[in-house]
C-alpha cells in the first residue's frame, strides 16, 4: 500500500490540484466561448444540464457514501471491511447508473426536440447514457481513494484525466466539429467521458495492487441505504430542478420583451459569469472533501472536541477567504471579462454576482460538515423546499423581470438554503455563532473595498484592498496572534504541540493568509 499522506499536506495538495484544474477548466470554457459564441455556450449549457441530472440520478448517493463508510470504519480500526464496503458501493452504483442509462438513451430524442429544442443534440445525449456507468464507478473510486487519504495517488490521477480530456476535446473540435454548436458538444461530452475511463482503469489498478482482504461487513447494506437514498434523493430532486431551471429560463425569458435573445442572455450567466465567480472556490472545495471523511471518523470515535474545533475553524476560515475574494472579483470584474470574453455586459453580471460569493462558498463547506455528520435527511428536506421555492420564482419573475429576476431567485433560494443548513449545523456540533465577529468581518471587507474601489489602477486597488482589508481585521482583532502564531506552527515556524494531529482546516487558512499577505 502507497504512503498516506498526513491531513495537512493532503488538504494542501488536493487544493493544488482543484486550483489548478478549475484553471484549466475555466480556461477551456473561454476557449470554447470564443469558438462558439454566447449562443453555442447556452446549447452547451443546456445538454449538460441534462446529462447533469443524469449523473447525479446514476450515482444516487453513493460517492459520498463510499467516503463515509470508508472513513467511519477506519475510524474505528476496522480496516478488513473497507473491501466489503467498496463491493456494495460498487453493485449500488451499476445498478442505478445502468437505469439512468438507460432511461437517458431511450428519452434522448425527446428531450433534445421538447427540452433543448434542437433534435441534433440526440446523438450527444445518447453519447453521454452510453459513458454513464463508467463515470459512476469513477466517482465510487474517488470517493474510496479521498476517504482513505490516498490523496497524492487520486491527484496524480485526476491531474492526467483533465490533460487527456481537453487534449481529446481540443483535437476533436479542431478536426470535425467546425462551427457547430452540436458537434462541439459531442466533443466535449466524448472528451469528459474517456477522460472518466482513463480515471478508472488507473484507480481499479492501483486499487488491487493493495491485495485486500474483506472481511465481514454487518448490516453494510442497510448502512449504504441509510447513507445513499436521502442522499440520492436530495441530489436527484435538486439536479431534476436544476435542469428544469436551466431548460425553462430561455423559453420564460423569450416572454420578456426586453431581452432579445434569451439563449445569449443565459449562456452568459452560466457559461461565463459562473465560472468566474466559483473558480477560487476550488481552494475551499478541497477542504471540504476532506471534512466529510474527517468528520465521519470523529463522529464514530465520538470525539466531540474535535468536530467543535473543526466547525468553527471551518466557518471562519471559509468566511474570510471568501470576503477577500469577493472583494477581489469587483474590482477586477471589468478587466477579467475583457480580457477573457471581450464583453462590457459579462461586467455588470459578474459584479452583480460577486457580493453572493460569500454566502456561497460558506454554504459549501456548511454542506460538507453536515453531510459528514450525517445529517442527509435534513438536507433532502431543505433542497425540496428552496428548490420548489427557485423554480416558482423564476416562472414568475422571468418574464416579468428578466435576468434581474433570475438573480432575485437565485439570491433568495441559496439565501435560505444557507441559513437552514447553518442553523442545523450549529445545533448538532453545538457551536455557536459569533455574531460580532462576523460583523466585523463583513464591515471590514465593505469599507476596504470602498476605499480601494478609489484608486486608480487595477492592481493597486487589489493590492490596497488586501492590505486594508488585514489591517482591519487585525485591528478589530478578527485575526488574532494566536492565528498568526498556529499559521507559523504549521508552516514550520514552530513546533506543533507533541501528539497534536495535523488540522484537516487548515488550508483555508493557509490559503487566506497567502492571498491576505
Not at 472528451?191 to 488491487?208: A, D, E, N, P, Y
Not at 486594508?468 to 514550520?492: E, Y
Request: proline share 4%.
Amino acid at each position: 500500500m502507497s504512503r498516506r499522506l498526513p491531513i495537512f499536506y493532503s488538504a494542501l495538495l488536493l487544493t493544488g490540484v482543484n486550483l489548478l484544474l478549475r484553471l484549466a477548466g475555466t480556461s477551456f470554457q473561454v476557449y470554447l466561448s470564443g469558438r462558439i459564441g454566447p449562443e453555442g455556450i447556452g446549447l452547451l449549457q443546456l445538454v449538460l444540464s441534462v446529462g447533469s441530472l443524469s449523473l447525479v440520478a446514476g450515482i444516487a448517493g453513493v460517492r459520498t457514501a463510499a467516503m463515509y463508510l470508508t472513513a467511519e470504519e477506519l475510524g474505528k480500526n476496522r480496516t478488513e471491511n473497507v473491501t466489503h464496503a467498496l463491493s456494495a458501493c460498487f453493485v449500488y452504483s451499476i445498478l442505478c447508473s445502468s437505469c439512468a442509462a438507460l432511461i437517458l438513451y431511450r428519452l434522448a430524442p425527446w428531450l433534445a426536440d421538447f427540452w433543448i429544442g434542437n433534435t441534433q443534440t440526440a446523438g450527444a445525449l445518447r453519447l453521454l447514457a452510453a459513458f454513464l456507468p463508467l463515470t459512476c464507478l469513477c466517482c465510487v473510486m474517488t470517493g474510496y481513494f479521498t476517504a482513505a487519504n490516498r490523496i497524492g495517488t487520486l491527484a496524480a490521477v485526476e491531474v492526467a484525466e483533465q490533460l487527456c480530456s481537453m487534449g481529446l476535446t481540443m483535437l476533436a473540435l479542431k478536426l470535425w466539429a467546425g462551427a457547430s454548436a452540436v458537434r462541439a458538444c459531442l466533443c466535449v461530452i466524448l472528451g469528459s467521458s474517456l477522460g472518466s475511463c482513463l480515471t478508472l482503469g488507473c484507480l481499479m489498478v492501483l486499487r488491487q495492487r493493495e491485495h485486500p482482504k474483506a472481511g465481514k461487513a454487518p448490516q453494510i447494506g442497510q448502512r449504504l441505504c441509510r447513507i445513499a437514498l436521502p442522499l440520492a434523493a436530495a441530489d436527484i430532486l435538486k439536479a431534476g430542478i436544476s435542469t428544469a431551471e436551466n431548460l425553462m429560463v430561455p423559453k420564460r425569458l423569450a416572454r420578456n420583451p426586453a431581452v432579445s435573445n434569451p439563449l445569449a442572455s443565459f449562456g452568459m450567466v452560466s457559461g461565463m459569469t459562473f465560472p468566474l465567480l466559483m473558480f477560487p472556490a476550488c481552494i475551499l472545495f478541497g477542504l471540504a472533501e476532506l471534512l466529510i471523511p474527517e468528520l465521519a471518523r470523529c463522529a464514530a470515535g465520538g470525539n466531540e472536541n474535535r468536530i467543535q474545533h473543526l466547525v468553527r475553524r471551518s466557518l471562519k476560515a471559509s468566511l474570510l477567504y471568501a470576503l477577500a475574494v469577493s472583494g477581489l472579483l469587483l474590482l477586477l470584474a471589468r478587466s477579467l471579462c475583457l480580457r477573457f470574453y471581450g464583453s462590457e455586459e459579462a461586467t455588470l453580471s459578474l459584479r452583480r454576482y460577486a457580493p453572493l460569493i460569500p454566502m456561497l462558498y460558506c454554504d459549501a463547506i456548511i454542506d460538507a460538515m453536515t453531510k459528514g455528520l450525517g445529517q442527509q435527511r435534513a438536507c433532502v428536506r431543505y433542497n425540496i423546499l428552496t428548490s420548489a421555492m427557485d423554480v416558482g420564482m423564476l416562472f414568475v419573475l422571468l418574464p416579468r423581470c428578466g435576468m434581474q429576476g433570475y438573480f432575485l431567485s437565485f439570491l433568495i433560494s441559496h439565501g435560505v438554503n444557507f441559513l437552514l443548513s447553518l442553523r442545523r449545523l450549529l445545533k448538532i456540533s453545538q457551536v455557536s455563532l459569533p455574531l460580532g465577529t462576523i460583523g466585523k468581518a463583513l464591515a471590514s471587507a465593505l469599507l476596504s473595498y470602498r476605499i480601494a474601489a478609489l484608486a486608480s489602477g487595477t492592481a493597486a486597488s487589489c493590492a490596497l484592498f488586501l492590505i486594508l482589508l488585514g489591517s482591519l481585521l487585525w485591528l478589530l482583532g478578527v485575526i488574532s496572534s494566536r492565528d498568526l502564531n498556529w499559521l507559523r506552527g504549521i508552516l514550520g515556524a514552530k513546533k506543533t504541540e507533541p501528539g497534536r494531529k495535523p488540522d484537516s482546516v487548515i488550508l483555508a487558512n493557509y490559503a487566506f493568509f497567502f492571498f491576505l499577505l
